[in-house]
């Protein structure tokens, strides 16, 4: 039976990743309130947010200052924008500081409103730039299998997971995808983990001199990947990956929207992946997701591009409403200041071994066939038989039926296929990890005994 929300919920909303018949059935849980890394639903019940809502709320929730600066950013001045020669005060210092805390040398940066739209910009930029270097023929992209960078057009051409394209049409032409440093199911028997990068390396250097390295201008990749299963390369996979690119003057698009800002213990992940990239996707943690705020930091060959090609055409035709939007501007001002202040990035570094031993204990679980992870992020993937690795059937709904416990358990997490994904606030206490983990283990239990008793070991 539903609640009087509830039945509203179905009867007038589209959800977004939802299984929409379903949903009918059960309804959907009603958030209400959050402060720190809980959220509250209509009943009062407390949930830890396992995922930071979706790998976003960072600093967690109800942070006074960061409400603060949103408010009086909205008293003072709650909107103007970018075009046409219009600044404001706002996205010059975070673009300041952006550039000040960039891994690689960063000439400008741009801004949009979500992961998607900053990835959408990455692309159209890259063609921008390549016509005005009189190349107009090297335009395609690579991603890859598993990847996740949106879901607009573009972007969702680059997302490379199968829900994101079937009956969408997707992927557009000229967007292609290389095989997902996954060694758990991608190695080869007895293959290293060393060997198995520099197979992938070499597969992605074929698919280059397949297609013709005059028509490759672009690849982009998570330092971890997030929705396709947090998915940590080998080590030797990204300076393998990077000697490809370099080789064949591919341009290195890193999608920072999850590893940025402290996930996996620094400023950015691509360094502590081993690589350094042209240009750099951030949303998310940018803000904490108390405002909707990301951007692409461009290097000085594509701003000269952008000059170059104004001088010829005038106008840079491209760019959002909310480009720069001055309450997000402030918001991620804020929040980058309380990291910094507060060693926020140092913090979770520091809490990495404790979260990682926690997660890695799981390896020892009869449902789990691996754990991975890094600094904050990690998942649990669940298989039918350790043995052989055997998956189960993706139609008995295993990951989905162990959120429900997780939740039941009082955790909010997602299922990425059965792989459970955890990745909560960077402000979580030691003995927060302590409890997540817990519930999370009773999570692993329960959804064992549910398994046996379908059948389905
Ligand atoms: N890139 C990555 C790595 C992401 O995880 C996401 C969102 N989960 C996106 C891009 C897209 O961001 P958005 O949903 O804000 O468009």
Redesign the pocket.
């Known amino acids: 039976m539903l609640t009087n929300l509830q039945t509203r919920d179905v009867e007038t909303l589209v959800h977004p990743y939802t299984n929409l018949a379903a949903l009918r059935e059960t309804g959907p849980l009603v958030i209400e309130r959050a402060k720190g890394i809980h959220v509250y639903d209509v009943d009062g019940k407390p949930y830890i947010e396992g995922l930071s809502g979706?790998?976003c709320t960072a600093l967690g929730y109800g942070n006074e200052e960061v409400v603060e600066a949103a408010a009086s950013q909205m008293r003072k001045l709650s909107f103007t924008h970018l075009f046409g020669g219009k600044s404001h005060d706002p996205a010059i210092e975070l673009a300041e500081k952006l550039k000040e805390m960039a891994p690689v040398p960063i000439s400008k940066v741009f801004f949009a409103g979500?992961?998607?739209?900053?990835?959408d910009s990455q692309i159209k930029l890259v063609w921008y730039m390549n016509n005005a270097l009189g190349r107009p023929q090297k335009k395609k992209i690579i991603s890859r299998q598993r990847a996740?960078?949106?879901?607009t057009i573009a972007?969702g051409s680059l997302t490379g997971l199968p829900a994101n394209h079937t009956d969408f049409d997707l992927p557009i032409a000229g967007i292609f995808h290389t095989a997902a440093p996954y060694y758990y199911r991608g190695a080869e028997p007895g293959e290293s983990e060393d060997d198995f990068a520099t197979r992938l390396a070499a597969e992605l250097e074929t698919l280059i001199l397949r297609e013709g390295p005059d028509t490759v201008a672009a690849f982009i990749a998570?330092p971890i990947m997030?929705?396709g299963g947090v998915i940590v390369p080998p080590k030797s996979y990204f300076p393998k990956i990077m000697d490809v690119c370099r080789k064949y003057d591919v341009y290195m698009i890193a999608?920072e929207?999850?590893c940025a800002f402290g996930r996996l213990g620094a400023a950015f992940g691509a360094p502590v992946l081993g690589y350094l990239p042209d240009a750099i996707?951030v949303?998310?943690a940018l803000s904490s997701a108390y405002f909707?705020i990301?951007a692409v930091m461009v290097p000085e060959i594509m701003h000269q591009a952008l000059l170059d090609e104004s001088r010829k055409i005038g106008s840079f035709g491209h760019g959002f409403t909310y480009s720069g939007h001055p309450v997000g501007a402030a918001v991620a001002l804020k929040v980058l200041e309380i990291y910094q202040r507060d060693k926020i990035f140092e913090q979770a570094a520091a809490k990495a071994p404790q979260f990682q031993a926690r997660l890695k204990a799981f390896a020892d679980h009869p449902l789990v066939g691996e754990v991975r992870g890094m600094g904050l992020i990690g998942a649990v993937e669940m298989v039918a038989d350790k043995a052989t690795k055997r998956a189960f059937d993706p139609k008995k709904g295993v990951g989905p039926k162990a959120m429900a416990f997780a939740q039941e358990e009082g955790v909010l997490i997602r299922s990425l296929g059965d792989s459970m994904a955890v990745c909560p606030p960077l402000i979580i206490t030691p003995d927060e990890i302590d409890d997540l983990f817990d519930r999370l283990g009773r999570t692993l239990d329960r959804t064992l005994d549910w398994a046996k008793r379908e059948n389905l070991l």
């Not at 996740?148 to 879901?151: L, P, R």
Request: cysteine-free; hydrophobic content about 40%.
């Open positions: 979706l790998w979500s992961g998607s739209e900053a990835n996740y960078h949106g879901v972007s998570e997030g929705a999608d929207v999850i996707s949303a998310k909707p990301a």
